[in-house]
């Protein structure tokens, strides 16, 4: 007889978030939805669940039946505006067991109503000189009895606050970059803990940031959004019996000052001099200075500030030198060992007036930085000690992308840990992980890792370092896969494709890049191109595939029809988009360094195959969000597009037109080819890439689905000989190289160890880190078979010599995992998963099995030649 432990096994819940918050304060939504993770025995069955909210009183759904736990409706009455509650969960098996009450998780709605904003822009005033930085005060008075306190703070510009000289939140950049004339998002702190009885000040240092600086290539452009910086805060004081008050930005009582920080830019740097410090600048007092009233701008619409959806840009991490080489007196080369975006913290002492000047690089060239190829961004910092004493210095209003750093003009000697580096990257929180057997190929997954890390700050970026750190459409369309896998994005890129839609031409254009601002002839102004306008229909779909979320597909379903009538207007009823400029397979190695959309795959082709993808992947957005009669029409015009594309690109032998890895790759993943065409459109890519040398002959758009279409089709062994190949151009000729990050080009660094000589080279540009999903998903073995990890597919293939692979990846339910060894013919492998899914488990030459929730062992034997078949 088995005791009721054995019968009822421990049943909790493990974690319970809102919506997609990491934080859930000031959040924008009035009914958020609510996911919660559970751990439980092997075979235990939700079979119910009751949520709690206590607003000042407890109430409860009572026992609701089901077996939802991700994303689930808000219960009872939607939030208000400042209101704060505690929301509990707890579940029920089928068998009957019960959990405890989870711990309680605060939430807080921001201001949800325009109504709810009475502060007003408020600034330096006219004339200010570019990349200035402000300082900005306001004096009040505070009662003895706030209860809680709350700053609601956003700019035009960037800014950090202040109360009574010490720092508001630990944030970045506030308040990001978006689509500005659309969205301004504001952040909300409890700075409760700041105040004290009578009198109290409030200080912002305000730059230009996005909203006013230099930003974009080929010689940028300044003053996209206005012409004037302003900081719009309101502080809001709950007194214990009930009464608020407010201190609000405006003229009245605001004064402004130019701080210490004499430029700031996102290109050139930061120049601070601590000899102007006025260390009690936010302090009650009369401060130092030449402070003058501050001035209201233009009125801000108050419907377009939204709460954030995604955590703010913080230092994550801080990174010691590992190296430090001195070059003539007062001048150091420092190596951090990691091409890392952030900037530098100085711990320095030495005469006032002493000058310390640190420049950037990602590379060396014969033993000094190499400057070239962050084109127009000097990212030199300097500051002027202010003597006396130890100092400590970091930028606050620049980031860099660097390896490397000259630290100039330093007294003395370079003592350990008098300059950090410290990483700063939009917080989201770290959901998955990879390692295998091979270190060169696991090395490759943490350079995508960092290149991604470097690349979401505040919205996803081509580059961290050079003139240009833009939201380029094409690049996350091709990672998203990958960063969904990697961290928490959804919140994040989810308030991205706001703005995506929000800047989508009323054709359907998709600009290049989101936000817009103006460049070159080539992107300005915005035209239609494939794989990056794609991101209005695919992007979508992968955070849905990835989190669980029909919410994002419902909100971007405009955005993506226009994009996809759009293009079928472009293609007419040929259905072949064979009109118009394209990027094509951007940056195939065979394109010249001059002109990187000189791919030998034919442009055209990969516009069409792009097409089809997309018009196939809005009929299944149409169906999953309950749209069916538009599910059936743009079904059908998916079936018209392949056929097309079969018509203008494929022999009738199945031989692509562009005989090329990239025109293959694509035929194959976008099941563009007749079902007798895939095995010799995959022999034939398999014989591409043996003819290569088992290099890497793709860009932008092959890169993501070379190894996927060898998988595919029967080829994993060619899919590992192309991983695994360390020659120029590859994925491990980076690694072997010293590269610490995904690169731009397959050859920024050339075999001498010269840097590229092309115009455009960086050495942080995650998009041909994709392969990374393909890490993920074959050689571990892990990914979604149904949208949210809620049915997991185990099947991994391995190869290459590999030994052994594992992953894991926090889902919406818990963790999933897989790691497997094979030795002498024998393939172990053990995978975890998360009370709430299930999993399909595809060992090879063995029949799938169905798996519940738990961890489990299986074998399977696999000869050791297995793997050349």
Partial sequence: MRSRAEAEPAVRVDRLTVEHHREPLGIGEAAPRLTWATVAGAGWTQGGYEIAVDRGGRTTTGWVEGGESVLVAWPGAPLRSRERVEVSVRVRGKDGSTSDWSAPTAVEAGLLSPEDWTAVPVGPGPGTPPDGVWLLRREFDVRGDVVAARLYLTAHGVAEAEVNGAAVGEDVLAPGWTSYVHRLQYATHDVTALLRPGANVLGIRLADGWYRGLVGFDGGTREVYGDRVAVLCQLELHHADGTTAVVASGP??????????????????????????????????????????????????????????????????????????????????????QNLVGRLRLRVQGPRGTLVRLRHAEVLQDGRLCTRPLR?????????????????????????????????????????????????????????????????????????????????????????????????????????????????????????????????????????????????????????????????????????????????????????????????????????????????????????????????????????????????????????????????????????????????????????????????????????????HREPAGTRLAHLVRSSGNRIATGFAGTPLVTEALTRTGQVPTAYDLLLCAELPSWLYTVRQGGTTIWERWDSLLPDGSVNPGDMTSFNHYALGAVADWLHRTVAGLAPAEPGYRRVLFQPQPGGGLTWARARHRSPYGEVA??????????????????????????????????????HRLTADVPPDWADR
């Fill in 252 to 337: 009245d009582g605001w004064s402004a000052a130019p701080a210490p920080t004499s430029s700031a830019s996102f290109y050139a740097g930061e120049r601070h001099d601590a000899r102007s410090d006025d260390r009690s600048w936010s302090t009650p007092g009369t401060p130092t200075g030449s402070w003058r009233p501050a001035r209201d701008v233009s009125p801000r619409d108050p419907g377009t500030l939204v709460a954030p959806e995604g955590p703010p840009v913080r230092c994550t991490q801080e990174v010691e030198p590992v190296s430090v080489t001195p070059l003539e007196p007062g001048t150091f080369l420092l190596d951090f060992g």
């Fill in 376 to 676: 127009g961004a000097p990212s030199v910092d300097e500051y002027v000690l202010a003597g006396g004493g130890p100092e400590q210095w970091e930028p606050r209003f620049t980031l860099h992308g660097f390896r490397y750093a000259e630290v100039s003009g330093w007294p003395g000697g370079l003592a350990p840990g008098a300059v950090t580096a410290r990483v700063q990257h939009t917080d989201m929180e770290r959901t998955g992980w990879f390692e295998c057997s091979d270190p060169l190929v696991t090395r490759l997954h943490e350079n995508v890792v960092w290149s991604m890390r470097g690349n979401f700050v505040h919205l996803p970026t081509d580059c961290p370092q050079r003139d240009e750190r833009l939201g380029w459409t094409g690049d996350i369309q091709v990672f998203a896969p990958t960063a969904a896998f990697l961290y928490d994005c959804t919140g994040m890129l989810r308030s991205w494709l706001r703005d995506l839609a929000a800047e989508q031409l009323p054709d359907g254009t998709v600009p290049w890049y989101v936000p817009y601002v103006p460049g070159g002839p080539i992107w300005s102004p915005p035209r239609p191109g494939a794989v990056w306008g794609d991101a209005a229909v695919l992007t979508p779909w992968d955070l849905f595939e990835r989190a669980g979320d029909r919410q994002v597909l419902v909100d971007q379903y405009d955005s993506a029809c226009a994009w996809v009538d759009l293009v079928t207007r472009l293609a007419g009823p040929g259905r072949v988009w064979d009109q118009g400029f394209q990027l094509g397979d951007w940056l195939d190695p065979a394109a010249p360094p001059e002109d990187p959309t000189a791919s030998v795959t034919d442009p055209h082709l990969v516009a069409t195959a792009y097409f089809a993808r997309s018009t196939d992947h809005l009929a299944r957005t149409a169906e999953a969000i309950g749209r069916p009669e538009d599910a059936a029409r743009y079904g059908a015009l998916a079936a018209e597009v392949r056929a097309a594309f079969r018509s203008r690109y494929v022999t009738a032998e199945g031989r692509m037109t562009s005989d090329t890895q990239t025109a293959h790759a694509l035929a194959i993943c976008f099941d563009l080819l007749l079902p007798e």
């Fill in 818 to 855: 897989i790691e497997w060894h094979w030795t002498d013919g024998r393939l172990d492998v053990e995978v975890e998963v998360p009370t709430g899914a299930t999993g399909t488990v595809q060992l090879p030459l063995q029949a799938p099995r169905e798996i519940g929730p738990g961890r």
